[in-house]
């Protein structure tokens, strides 16, 4: 059996709080998760859920208070795992003093390349998240989704197998997201484990082999999309558009929706084929027609909902 | 399970590496220390005050903690002259600037004029020898301090014990007991000192006073030999008188201080401050056991 | 294994470096040491005297005040822009990035102490025309200033591991001067009548850097030759303590929950 790339156990996370730091808050809960080779695995959850808290328990930024975890087969306090692996934090910060390149210059130092190696490393990195221009630039006047393609690129510069971002995608512009989903998918496609965490269900839904939904430090559900969500079709969209001056057919002129001429109507799937017999008759034009199925969306507010009506935030008393 | 387990190995390490280096490194540290004062002895012991003779220069350095940089120049003078003492090197070169620095940051700080005014007038290996030096430094206490009837004394002890000049010694008693809180005695002996000049009794007094006042150990001690000393003097001033009311009677002088007693003209154990009982000399002279730790300044010899 | 710290020291020290603060210290001190050259013109002698002490002591002071500056943030700074994050994500130690740390700023400040004694030497050469033996003497105070600001960098480095920055300027600068009044303190515990002040006194005498072990600047001023024995002993005491000190610090860091 191979070992998995991520391997957590029980990990769990108290912070005192309270001016006398006595009382104890709870932000990990026993979490267990096993994330297999190659596997590109969504870390799901709403803010506070302890998803970051989860990152610097695995990177040794904090220590557990109880749990453990191995990556690769290496546990999290031994320094050697950190060879095999690549963090992008959230919100990163780096020295500002230095330029982009310098930045990943000295981060490419401590895996022992030789200086020709780092430098085409670097280069070729800088290239890969769009910086090449900027790579001379001291960091301090780097804008947000710049530090953020740093980010990614002091990440992966040496070849990590396993690769930890945290909300990757976050501040972001559409063509920088998109960007970043490129990367992961290049990954992925190199056979790398990619664990990421995001609050962006749809990038999730696309990318990941499976996900993980993280609520009040509980894991609430582990498991492909497909999976989590049911594939039960819960009815037929169908957009439609009616000619200038024509009114849609009345069975549904109640239930649409409309933005000038175009309309959205559901139906349910047995009431399909007469639905489009009557659109027919009045000479609509089909643009759409796509059945309805739980979005990982309504999972996941299913899940918070659900959890967040049934319980106050754990605290967990001092014994 | 305890909510507060730390259970990372590296941090245990890096601990347990902390509880025994630590201990052991203060040990190795402390005993290079201890070296490194022996062997840096010669080297920083007198060099670092030279730079610092210019009491002006450090009193602008001081940036106002003054007094305490007075307190610590104080106690550096104390040790100075302590160590010297003991080593019997006899020079004590460094004392009167320390004690000027002193002074300088702290003109009210009395102990220093007297303490000064003792010991650099005090003749080797017992202090200075530099009567004028601490005649100087009085002075300086006494413009800075008008009104302090002790360092008026201190004035006149200097001109009464080592220079011997008792006109000015009377002139410095006399001024003290001019300012208010002057004892009434200053006036006495103002008088007694001009008219007298140098007497045992006078002597004993002030040294007396020396030690029932004075708040500092070395002072003290020093006083306190001095009285012992004088007593002794006094005593055995008397016991001549008497071995000559002997001679009167006898026609020869008293071999032994059981002759005296035996003639009825002393009483008792007569013993000196240390202990010892006083002995016959030749030619009837009293003195001091060979034994006894009683020093006098003087001897009076009779022909 | 062994060349992390090196690699977090270079960079360490590039920082400091694009610090302009740092230059306009240097630039401070020397104006302070060219002005030596014009306080007392009395004769070649005292001239010299007073270039070296004044020269010696602006080194020292200007080099404790930058390696408080920068020591005390050397840890903190990190923790608080959070840099440390994706630093620590790498194959280094905590503690190796503490040594890093250390060998920067101790790099810095030779290099700022180097060009500090530069300006002195220029300073003496132009006053005095000569080089002489006793000036031998000048580079061993320049030495154990050295090992007295590597004693007060690890001092600010271990206070950074935990505490602001402020807080930790105190302690160091308490330290520091507790330290220099060493010998004091011996002599309470040799001239003090209760025998427990006598050992408290001597307990913390060895207990605190003794500061005062490293200021030959008065015998350098006078051009006179400081024993081999004690110039190796002192650096013995200052390598020991400064172990001490990064081994304390390195227990407190790598327990260190970031925030």
């Known amino acids: 059996m191979t070992n998995p790339a991520i391997e957590i156990q029980g990990l769990t996370k108290d912070y005192p709080v309270g001016f006398w730091r006595k009382r104890m808050c709870r932000s990990l809960d026993y979490l267990t998760l096993r994330v297999e080779e190659g596997e590109t695995f969504g870390f799901l959850g709403p803010n506070g859920a302890g998803k970051t808290t989860t990152m610097k328990l695995l990177m040794g930024l904090i220590f557990p208070t109880a749990g453990t975890a191995?990556?690769?087969?290496?546990?999290?306090?031994?320094?050697?795992?950190?060879?095999?692996?690549?963090?992008?934090?959230?919100?990163?910060?780096?020295?500002?003093?230095?330029?982009?390149?310098?930045?990943?210059?000295?981060?490419?130092?401590?895996?022992?390349?030789?200086?020709?190696?780092?430098?085409?490393?670097?280069?070729?990195?800088?290239?890969?998240?769009?910086?090449?221009?900027?790579?001379?630039?001291?960091?301090?006047?780097?804008?947000?989704?710049?530090l953020q393609r740093v980010g990614i690129a002091q990440a992966i510069l040496h070849d990590p197998q396993v690769v930890f971002l945290d909300e990757p995608m976050s501040g972001l512009d559409p063509v920088g997201r998109r960007e970043v989903r490129d990367i992961i998918l290049n990954l992925k496609r190199q056979g790398r484990t990619v664990f990421f965490s995001t609050h962006i269900l749809s990038d999730a839904e696309m990318l990941c082999d499976r996900v993980g939904v993280l609520v009040g430090g509980k894991l609430r559900g582990v498991g492909a999309p497909e999976e989590l969500v049911s594939m039960e079709v819960l009815g037929m969209e169908i957009l439609f558009e009616v000619r200038a001056g024509s009114a849609p057919p009345t069975s549904m002129a109640e239930r649409a929706t409309h933005t000038g001429n175009r309309y959205r109507v559901e139906v349910a799937e047995a009431d399909l084929y007469s639905a489009l017999e009557e659109l027919r008759s009045c000479e609509a034009r089909i643009l759409s027609l796509a059945p309805l199925r739980p979005s990982l969306e309504d999972y996941f507010l299913k899940l918070v909902g659900r959890e967040q009506a049934m319980q106050p935030p754990t605290e967990v008393s001092l014994v | 399970m305890s909510t507060h387990t730390l259970k990372l190995t590296s941090h245990l390490r890096s601990v347990a590496l902390a509880v025994v280096a630590v201990p052991l490194l203060f040990v190795a540290i402390a005993a290079l220390q201890a070296r490194i004062d022996v062997l840096s002895a010669p080297v920083t012991q007198d060099k670092e005050e030279l730079l610092l003779r210019s009491a002006s220069l450090l009193k602008k350095l001081s940036?106002?903690?003054?007094?305490?940089?007075?307190?610590?120049?104080?106690?550096?003078?104390?040790?100075?002259?302590?160590?010297?003492?003991?080593?019997?090197?006899?020079?004590?070169?460094?004392?009167?600037?320390?004690?000027?620095?002193?002074?300088?940051?702290?003109?009210?700080?009395?102990?220093?004029?007297?303490?000064?005014?003792?010991?650099?007038?005090?003749?080797?290996?017992?202090?200075?020898?530099?009567?004028?030096?601490?005649?100087?430094?009085?002075?300086?206490?006494?413009?800075?301090?008008?009104?302090?009837?002790?360092?008026?004394?201190?004035?006149?002890?200097?001109?009464?014990?080592?220079?011997?000049?008792y006109q000015k010694a009377s002139q410095a008693f006399l001024e003290g007991s001019e300012t208010p809180a002057a004892p009434i005695w200053m006036k006495v002996m103002a008088a007694r000192v001009a008219e007298n000049g140098e007497s045992l009794e006078t002597s004993r007094f002030i040294w007396a006073e020396l030690y029932d006042s004075t708040k500092d150990e070395s002072v003290r001690k020093t006083a306190l030999e001095h009285v012992q000393g004088l007593d002794a003097e006094i005593a055995l001033k008397r016991l001549n008188q008497v071995s000559e009311l002997y001679w009167k009677k006898f026609g020869r002088f008293p071999t032994s201080m059981q002759e005296l007693r035996s003639a009825g003209l002393v009483q008792g154990d007569l013993k000196d401050p240390a202990g010892y009982p006083y002995a016959m000399g030749p030619h009837g002279i009293p003195q001091l056991d060979t034994h006894s730790s009683v020093k006098i300044e003087s001897n009076q010899r009779k022909p | 294994m062994s060349t992390m710290p090196a690699v977090v020291a270079v960079n360490t020290f590039r920082e400091a470096v694009r610090d302009r603060v740092l230059y306009n210290l240097i630039i401070f001190a020397l104006m302070m040491i060219g002005g030596a050259i014009l306080v007392g013109e009395i004769s070649i002698g005292v001239h010299q005297m007073v270039i070296v002490n004044l020269g010696l002591s602006a080194i020292s002071i200007f080099g404790i005040i930058m390696a408080i500056f920068i020591g005390v943030g050397l840890v903190h700074k990190e923790m608080e822009k959070r840099t440390l994050y994706s630093l620590l994500a790498k194959p280094i130690r905590r503690w190796e990035f503490l040594v890093g740390k250390f060998a920067g700023l101790l790099l810095t400040l030779l290099v700022n102490t180097a060009l500090m004694t530069l300006g002195l030497t220029g300073a003496l050469y132009y006053v005095s025309r000569t080089f002489q033996r006793s000036d031998v003497a000048i580079l061993v105070a320049v030495y154990f200033i050295l090992l007295e600001l590597a004693l007060i960098t690890a001092l600010a480095l271990f206070f950074s591991c935990f505490s602001s920055p402020m807080l930790s300027t105190l302690y160091t600068l308490g330290i520091y001067v507790a330290g220099v009044f060493a010998p004091d303190i011996k002599g309470v515990s040799e001239y003090t009548q209760s025998p427990a002040m006598a050992a408290g006194a001597r307990f913390v005498y060895y207990l605190l850097p003794n500061f005062h072990n490293f200021n030959v600047i008065a015998a350098a001023a006078h051009g006179e030759t400081i024993p081999f024995t004690l110039i190796w002993h002192n650096t013995l005491y200052a390598a020991l303590y400064v172990i001490l000190i990064l081994v304390a610090a390195s227990a407190v860091f790598s327990g260190r929950n970031l925030k």
């Open chain 1, 70 to 146: 191995r990556v690769r087969g290496r546990s999290i306090e031994d320094v050697r795992m950190h060879r095999e692996i690549g963090y992008m934090p959230e919100q990163p910060y780096f020295y500002d003093y230095l330029t982009a390149r310098e930045l990943l210059e000295y981060f490419a130092r401590f895996f022992g390349y030789s200086a020709v190696e780092r430098r085409e490393r670097v280069t070729r990195f800088l290239e890969l998240v769009g910086l090449t221009t900027a790579s001379d630039v001291q960091l301090r006047k780097f804008s947000k989704g710049m």
């Open chain 2, 63 to 165: 940036l106002g903690y003054d007094p305490l940089l007075a307190d610590i120049y104080w106690t550096r003078a104390v040790q100075y002259y302590g160590t010297r003492l003991q080593n019997r090197s006899g020079s004590f070169e460094l004392l009167a600037p320390l004690l000027n620095i002193a002074a300088t940051l702290d003109p009210k700080l009395l102990i220093v004029y007297q303490f000064g005014g003792i010991f650099l007038s005090d003749h080797p290996p017992g202090g200075a020898g530099r009567p004028d030096l601490a005649v100087e430094l009085v002075k300086r206490g006494i413009t800075a301090n008008p009104n302090e009837w002790r360092l008026y004394y201190d004035l006149g002890f200097i001109y009464y014990t080592r220079l011997k000049d």
